[in-house]
């Protein structure tokens, strides 16, 4: 066993081994903290005072200037306490959005911190890294990590991107785009990280081409490559290494060394001034896109289209039933869908939030008005049988936008409440059908260690326990033949017959949907060998 202390929350730990530890597995038996959070920090810490400090032994410096892009709670309040530090993000304030050319002011920051942001950032990707350059001091440097693979190119899994949305039909989600020719596109197969419809991948990188945008943002990488067991960090494995950017003191462009995509013939991006300003225009375009959808989702353009609603959902049904679609959607290829379908997916899109919005505007919670997290916590440990069920929802919504660490237990006990948006025939994911899933699903690596105990809890009822068991094993753990060990080692301590013999399906459910590079791991793990 080899000992370490998290030096985020000060905690000793052990591990088996250095090889066992995981970039985004939680680590820390207190904390919950992993391998990227802790390395994090010390990054931090070794960049900015010289030596790899506790985050509780930061000195107070409120002159050294530093964002974060949706960092942790874990350290990012502390960050903010000690250091002239704010945290930013894309969707709710402070905001703060990377691919806008003119986001933040020019040379002024000692320190970002950019971790797991890049795979999620619409194209063209190399406007961000262009702001991280221009928004540093001279001195200044990143602590950056993305996914990313060791050989080959970057992967864009929209690579014509620029106007587009999310919708959601039954089951799937798809996301429909219009080129910047016009010509409509409609995907399939998304990848979100931290759960369904959550947050989505735009693309997977490679190293080689990570390298390329940082050389033509003039950032100089400097990969993680060595271990600091003191705080239990470690990347046994030679890809998705964080690195420190520091900044040149201008771009060194080598235009043989261009990133080409794997899925689009990429030209060499030209130098001239013209088709610097055509790339701005680019972000700006996305950047605008972005704010018409969230406009959208608001549902302030529907209120001349209610006469068109009804036709709509005619046609939706139409196509959503037709057996040459389920047909082409079996082989993976089929007919292209029409313009209609197109409108229809959109309007959908669009009148989700709104309808949802008129019934929890027509229910009176009035104990939920103005509430803070405790206040909605409160409500959900009173009688649940005499509490009503939009303000149960509401509030289990809210804790999940909150990220309020002491409702987990709470919203564990709702994972066998049912939203009352879907009717009990209605096949949709584990997150639309109970919230409290959703809720758990944001909580990300904090929720982990009580859904997994929760798995094996008798007191729990056989919906609370298959929906921990399905939560915990497909969203919050990446670790599939792991997650399917445990259930069937779950399954066999289970005292009922009927709860082991639903643990037995989940584990199998999961194994369907390995990778197939791990399916063999999968269904060992599922016959026990």
């Not at 802790?38 to 931090?44: C, D, F, K, V």
């Not at 001239?272 to 302030?300: F, K, P, V």
């Not at 103005?370 to 809210?398: F, M, S």
Request: glycine share 4%; hydrophobic share 35%.
């Amino acid at each position: 066993m080899t000992a370490f202390v998290c030096n985020i929350c000060s905690a000793p730990n052990t591990t088996e081994s250095p090889e066992t530890l995981h970039r985004d597995n939680p680590s820390c038996s207190s904390c919950g903290s992993n391998v990227r959070f802790r390395w994090t920090i010390h990054g931090l810490s070794t960049a900015l005072f010289g030596e790899s400090l506790l985050l509780k032994d930061f000195p107070h410096a409120s002159h050294l200037k530093g964002i974060g892009l949706s960092d942790e709670p874990l350290y990012a309040d502390t960050l903010a306490e000690r250091l002239g530090y704010q945290n930013t993000f894309l969707h709710r304030e402070p905001h703060f959005d990377l691919t806008d050319p003119h986001c933040g002011e020019s040379n002024s920051l000692d320190f970002i911190l950019a971790t797991e942001v890049f795979e999620h950032i619409p194209p063209p990707v190399q406007i961000a890294f262009d702001n991280l350059s221009r928004l540093l001091k001279l001195d200044g440097f990143v602590l950056f990590s993305t996914p990313w693979r060791p050989r080959g190119r970057t992967v864009e899994h929209f690579p014509n991107l620029f106007r587009w949305t999310l919708t959601q039909l039954e089951d799937e989600y798809f996301l429909v785009n219009k080129t910047r020719e016009g010509k409509p596109e409609l995907f399939d197969n998304l990848q979100f990280h931290g759960g369904a419809g959550h947050t989505l991948e735009m693309r997977l990188f490679s190293q080689p081409d990570l390298n390329r945008h940082f050389q033509r943002a003039g950032l100089q990488p400097e990969w993680a490559t060595e271990s600091y067991m003191k705080y239990g960090i470690a990347f046994p494995k030679p890809w998705s290494i964080p690195c420190i950017l520091r900044r040149t003191e201008r771009p060194v462009i080598d235009e043989e060394e261009t990133p080409t995509l794997t899925t689009v013939a990429h030209q060499e991006e030209p130098e001239n001034e013209l088709a610097q300003l055509y790339q701005e225009l680019d972000g700006q375009s996305a950047h605008i896109q972005r704010l018409e959808n969230q406009l959208a989702t608001l549902g302030q353009q529907l209120s001349d289209k209610e006469a068109q609603v009804n036709n709509l959902l005619i046609e939706r049904d139409l196509v959503k039933n037709s057996k040459w679609l389920k047909l082409g959607k079996q082989l993976n290829c089929g007919p292209k869908l029409s313009d209609l379908f197109l409108v229809i997916l959109i309007t959908m899109t669009l009148l989700a939030p709104h309808t949802v919005s008129a019934a929890q505007s027509s229910t009176n919670c009035d104990a939920l008005k103005n509430a803070t997290p405790q206040t909605y916590l409160k409500y959900l440990e009173g009688d649940r049988a005499a509490l009503k069920p939009a303000c149960i929802q509401l509030a289990l919504r809210k804790m999940g936008e909150y990220k309020y660490l002491p409702a987990i237990p709470t919203l564990i006990q709702y994972l066998d409440f049912r939203s009352i948006y879907m009717g009990e025939d209605a096949v949709q994911p584990l997150g639309s059908q109970y919230p409290a899933a959703t809720a758990l699903a944001q909580f990300g690596d904090y929720a982990t260690p009580d859904v997994k105990s929760a798995i094996k809890k008798e007191a729990l009822n056989l919906k609370q326990r298959h929906n921990a068991a399905f939560l915990y094993a497909a969203t919050l753990s990446s670790d599939l033949p792991g997650n399917i060990r445990f259930l069937m080692l779950a399954s066999k301590q289970a005292k009922d017959l009927q709860v082991a013999l639903d643990l037995v399906d989940v584990a199998r459910a999961i194994a369907d949907i390995c990778l197939p590079s791990d399916q063999k791991q999968c269904y060992d793990a599922l016959n026990g060998n």
